[in-house]
């Protein structure tokens, strides 16, 4: 998840309305300094995530053209 997915899952959970807009500022700015300080590690589990991700993809190509091996 990144830093704009995790404002959007948390406003959606949010009520919205005046008393709650100053502290959906803090939020993000929360979220802001957290993406921050662990970017990199986020980013290594992100390409990770993705290399796997390709792997399954060629695996099920592979199961498509050849059929399923045991």
Same mark, same amino acid.
Request: hydrophobic share 30%; net charge negative; charged share 40%.
């Given at each position: 998840?990144?830093?704009?997915?995790?404002? =959007?899952?948390?406003?959606?959970?949010?009520?919205?309305? =005046?008393?709650?807009?100053?502290?959906?500022?803090?939020?993000?700015?929360?979220? $802001?300094?957290?993406? $921050?300080?662990?970017?990199?590690?986020?980013?290594?589990? $992100?390409?990770?995530?993705?290399?796997?991700?390709?792997?399954?993809?060629?695996?099920?190509?592979?199961?498509?053209?050849?059929?399923?091996?045991?």
């Amino acid at each position: 998840m990144n830093r704009e997915q995790a404002k =959007a899952t948390i406003r959606s959970r949010v009520v919205v309305n =005046a008393q709650h807009i100053k502290s959906l500022h803090s939020v993000d700015e929360v979220i $802001d300094q957290l993406c $921050d300080e662990h970017e990199d590690r986020m980013r290594e589990k $992100d390409l990770k995530v993705e290399w796997l991700q390709e792997c399954i993809d060629k695996r099920n190509e592979f199961d498509k053209k050849y059929g399923e091996q045991p």
